[in-house]
């Protein structure tokens, strides 16, 4: 048993425990509130909470069919919890010619029971909605919610896949678990937890309390951790908040001081620190709630203390350490963010996905989803594709079928390769079989990523037929299996990163072009002189959704203010801005497509919000919507807009602007980039404005480009988009080439004039 499970062996024993006598107690409660009829008591701390099989990861509804088909979701129970209760909200609908006597819906936890649904006749067809309770005793720390559907629809002899066997389960349905405080000890070795669990599918809601207005470095090391929360937060998302001097009432928030004196804040104590330290305490405001208090005698020493926790925290144990070296060995390089897919190398899927998850069985298994989150900046102009070589095992049936792998990319289908039966195979070939009667084929495709999305999904699907043998001889044995190696590849190397800017898609999906080293050790964060706490949550909320992006913590952010922004001159810049207290505002009027000064509201506008949004062009010229009306305008309501132009600071730079006419306004731009459900549309071009959730892309000018092409695909290129040069260049390449074969041929008449008179002299000669 390694360390880890050592140390979480007394925790998973008390858990277990303390559940055991929960269950006694509420069944003691719920047996005398019965009898007296009399309420049962809530124990204190007790809360509940719904999360639907969408949040739980079933993005698609569930699709039962044939006799017997099964599906499920995993669900998990935080650490510093104990489920009392739960229920399941389930909505569902199934075939009309459904047997009623002999067919239903089980609904089965950790593989146990908990309710069987009936299938009346009446009404099928119809989207029907049942609550199930689930006994408290059959869920444990990680478990699966499993939909079992069992259909006939004859009483005679069946076809086992027939058509009109199905049942649609919902992803809209809703598991309500009641819970528990259970109290976590104060120890490092178990951070993330209890600020993060990966066990909650929720998304990540934590507070950061500063003892005062924070200095620059202090808001580095909050960075820092904000973007290590939303990597670990990962596709559930993250929202920071923010506060001075208060201890929040209830649950878990991280802390930041900084002073060699002994501090107070709020109801916390905190003695001098000794140097970069890292602390969990209890909230001394609530028994069940955690503290994780970054410390040190100056803020750098607390930067220092946040660095530790973020890139060093699985060597940590105890209640509180302190950091005496910390040494940084090597930087990041350009594009190895490791959410990212690496573009210099081959990569293998066994890189993406465990072994155990590249592996199927059954005649219609689900789909194999390969995650692939490209780099945002790879140029796909005139490119065939990425090569994908995959090689691929599956079980080949004894006769003749219509079995076949299916490869598809984003639900498109690239692919479908036919699995030969062994009556079609030759000798040889069935010879090389495994001892699990598998063979082995290998096929390579290409991946074209012109329109792909950076979050892409490589789907591999077996699809095994059975042979009808005829009526009451249909015997469907489970015995089909399907693998992919781990050693197939896909290789983006052959792309070059280029990318024409302002782009705020790239923003809001990749945190590009700031994320493109992934401590984000080129990029600078401008914040108003008078930062409020509006403007400390945007910051550090945005600063989580980058590490969400990379799955690395900001380490290498830098935050200044106005004044300093000629020392980030080299760097890309996010300024944030409300209230009109942001000066570069009015420093850079002449580069921002908005402007808000003086009462007076400035708006360039283009045909962006008239043409078809959800489809891009590889050819950057083809997604350009420029200017072509300028409009002011003064009102009492102020607007919140995204924006994005090259710095007036060195050419290549990028500067993205998060502003508002109000401080509150910065937390609907802030919700945008996180996403969500009912936004009226997405974030893309160079200007964007947001009310709540209506997104209003209002300018697409792209007017400089960031990365680098080769000599030959630049010219290509350039000479594409200009036309004229095309021609200009062609005319003189033949004006050229024509020359040199002019002076060419000109020297070798030369040579031969010369070498004439020689011969006939020689020719004079008389013979001796």
């Known amino acids: 048993m390694n360390s880890t499970s050592s140390a979480f062996a007394p925790l998973r024993d008390l858990r277990r425990a303390l559940a055991r006598l929960t269950c006694?107690?509420?069944?003691?409660?719920?047996?005398?509130?019965?009898?007296?009829?009399?309420?049962?008591?809530?124990?204190?701390?007790?809360?509940?909470?719904?999360?639907?099989?969408?949040?739980?990861?079933?993005?698609?509804?569930?699709?039962?069919?044939?006799?017997?088909?099964?599906?499920?979701?995993?669900?998990?129970?935080?650490?510093?919890?104990?489920?009392?209760?739960?229920?399941?909200?389930?909505?569902?609908?199934?075939?009309?010619?459904?047997?009623?006597?002999l067919s239903q819906i089980n609904v089965l936890v950790n593989d146990e029971v908990a309710a069987s649904l009936p299938l009346p006749k009446d009404k099928a067809g119809q989207l029907q909605q049942q609550v199930v309770e689930i006994p408290a005793h059959l869920i444990t720390e990680f478990n699966?919610?499993?939909?079992?559907f069992i259909g006939h629809y004859t009483m005679s002899c069946e076809d086992p896949q027939h058509s009109s066997l199905w049942a649609?389960?919902?992803?809209?349905?809703?598991?309500?678990?009641?819970?528990?405080?259970?109290?976590?000890?104060?120890?490092?070795?178990?951070?993330?937890?209890?600020?993060?669990?990966?066990?909650?599918?929720?998304?990540?809601?934590?507070?950061?309390?500063?003892?005062?207005?924070?200095?620059?470095?202090?808001?580095?090391?909050?960075?820092?951790?904000?973007?290590?929360?939303?990597?670990?937060?990962?596709?559930?998302?993250?929202?920071?908040?923010?506060?001075?001097?208060?201890?929040?009432?209830s649950g878990n928030a991280v802390v930041l001081v900084s002073g060699p004196d002994a501090l107070q804040i709020d109801s916390l104590s905190l003695p001098p620190a000794k140097g970069p330290t890292l602390t969990v305490m209890t909230n001394p405001?609530?028994?069940?709630?955690?503290?994780?208090?970054?410390?040190?005698?100056?803020?750098?020493?607390?930067?220092?203390?946040?660095?530790?926790?973020?890139l060093g925290n699985q060597a940590l144990s105890g209640n509180s350490v302190v950091i005496d070296r910390l040494d940084v060995v090597q930087p990041r390089k350009p594009y190895d963010a490791p959410n990212w897919l690496p573009s210099d190398r081959p990569v293998k899927l066994g890189e993406l996905l465990p072994a155990k998850e590249l592996t199927v069985s059954g005649y219609n298994p689900g789909d194999i989803t390969v995650p692939l989150n490209f780099a945002p900046d790879l140029f796909t102009w005139r490119e065939e594709g990425?090569?994908?070589?995959?090689?691929?095992?599956?079980?080949?049936?004894?006769?003749?079928?219509?079995?076949?792998?299916?490869?598809?990319?984003?639900?498109?289908?690239?692919?479908?390769?036919?699995?030969?039966?062994?009556?079609?195979?030759?000798?040889?070939?069935?010879?090389?079989?495994?001892?699990?009667?598998?063979?082995?084929?290998?096929?390579?495709?290409?991946?074209?990523l012109n329109s792909a999305p950076l979050q892409s999904r490589l789907q591999l699907r077996y699809m095994f037929d059975y042979i009808k043998q005829g009526e009451c001889n249909d015997i469907i044995i489970d015995n089909m299996r399907g693998a992919i190696d781990p050693e197939s590849t896909i290789d983006v190397s052959g792309y070059d990163h280029f990318i024409a800017m302002p782009n705020l898609g790239v923003f809001k999906d990749a945190g590009f072009p700031f994320t493109r080293l992934a401590d984000l050790s080129q990029t600078a964060v401008v914040l108003p002189d008078n930062a409020g706490t509006a403007d400390l949550d945007a910051y550090l909320t945005v600063l989580g959704r980058f590490g969400n992006a990379t799955g690395y913590p900001a380490t290498g952010v830098q935050v200044i203010q106005a004044a300093q922004v000629a020392s980030a001159a080299d760097k890309d810049l996010l300024v944030l801005a409300s209230g009109g207290n942001?000066?570069?505002?009015?420093?850079?009027?002449?580069?921002?497509?908005?402007?808000?000064?003086?009462?007076?509201?400035?708006?360039?506008?283009?045909?962006?919000?008239?043409?078809?949004?959800?489809?891009?062009?590889p050819d950057p010229e083809a997604n350009l919507r420029r200017t072509r009306l300028a409009m002011a305008f003064s009102g009492g309501a102020r607007s919140t807009y995204l924006t994005g132009f090259e710095s007036p600071l060195k050419s290549g730079r990028s500067v993205v602007v998060i502003a508002s006419?109000?401080?509150?306004?910065?937390?609907?731009?802030?919700?945008?980039?996180?996403?969500?459900?009912?936004?009226?549309?997405?974030?893309?071009?160079?200007?964007?404005?947001?009310?709540?959730?209506?997104?209003?892309?209002?300018?697409?000018?792209?007017?400089?480009?960031?990365?680098?092409?080769?000599?030959?695909?630049?010219?290509?290129?350039?000479?594409?988009?200009?036309?004229?040069?095309?021609?200009?260049l062609t005319g003189l390449g033949v004006i050229l080439l024509s020359g040199l074969a002019y002076l060419a041929l000109r020297a070798l008449a030369n040579r031969r004039l010369q070498g004439e008179p020689e011969r006939a002299v020689d020719n004079s000669k008389p013979e001796a």
């Not at 129970?77 to 229920?87: L, Q, Y």
């Not at 709630?289 to 020493?301: A, C, F, P, W």
């Not at 695909?713 to 095309?726: D, E, G, I, N, T």
Request: charged fraction near 20%; charge should be neutral; hydrophobic fraction near 40%.
């Open 661 to 728: 006419g109000q401080p509150q306004g910065l937390a609907d731009v802030t919700n945008a980039l996180i996403g969500g459900e009912n936004y009226t549309q997405s974030v893309q071009g160079s200007l964007v404005v947001v009310r709540g959730k209506n997104i209003e892309p209002l300018v697409a000018d792209e007017q400089y480009y960031v990365g680098s092409l080769g000599p030959i695909k630049y010219l290509q290129w350039l000479m594409s988009r200009h036309v004229v040069l095309a021609l200009v």
């Open 582 to 617: 942001q000066p570069l505002l009015a420093q850079w009027a002449d580069r921002l497509p908005a402007t808000d000064a003086d009462g007076q509201q400035v708006f360039n506008l283009s045909d962006l919000p008239m043409r078809v949004r959800e489809w891009f062009s």
């Open 386 to 448: 990425a090569p994908l070589n995959l090689k691929y095992r599956y079980t080949p049936q004894e006769k003749s079928n219509n079995s076949s792998f299916i490869i598809s990319f984003n639900d498109a289908l690239i692919q479908s390769q036919n699995l030969l039966s062994q009556d079609k195979l030759p000798s040889g070939v069935l010879s090389a079989l495994k001892s699990d009667d598998s063979l082995g084929r290998e096929t390579s495709v290409l991946l074209a």
């Open 285 to 310: 405001n609530d028994a069940n709630g955690k503290l994780l208090v970054i410390s040190g005698r100056d803020s750098n020493e607390l930067k220092r203390a946040a660095t530790a926790l973020v």
């Open 168 to 249: 649609k389960i919902s992803n809209a349905s809703e598991l309500g678990i009641d819970v528990s405080p259970l109290v976590l000890p104060d120890d490092l070795s178990i951070i993330p937890l209890p600020f993060f669990d990966r066990r909650d599918a929720r998304a990540l809601d934590l507070p950061f309390v500063f003892a005062a207005a924070p200095d620059n470095a202090t808001l580095e090391a909050a960075g820092a951790l904000s973007s290590w929360f939303g990597a670990q937060a990962s596709y559930r998302g993250a929202r920071f908040s923010s506060g001075y001097n208060r201890i929040p009432a």
């Open 24 to 101: 006694a107690v509420l069944a003691v409660s719920a047996g005398v509130a019965s009898a007296q009829t009399l309420p049962a008591a809530t124990a204190p701390g007790a809360k509940s909470y719904t999360v639907t099989l969408k949040q739980l990861g079933r993005n698609y509804p569930m699709s039962l069919r044939g006799v017997e088909a099964t599906d499920s979701v995993s669900f998990d129970v935080r650490a510093d919890s104990i489920v009392t209760g739960a229920r399941l909200n389930l909505q569902y609908s199934y075939s009309p010619a459904l047997l009623a006597e």
């Open 144 to 148: 699966r919610l499993s939909l079992q």
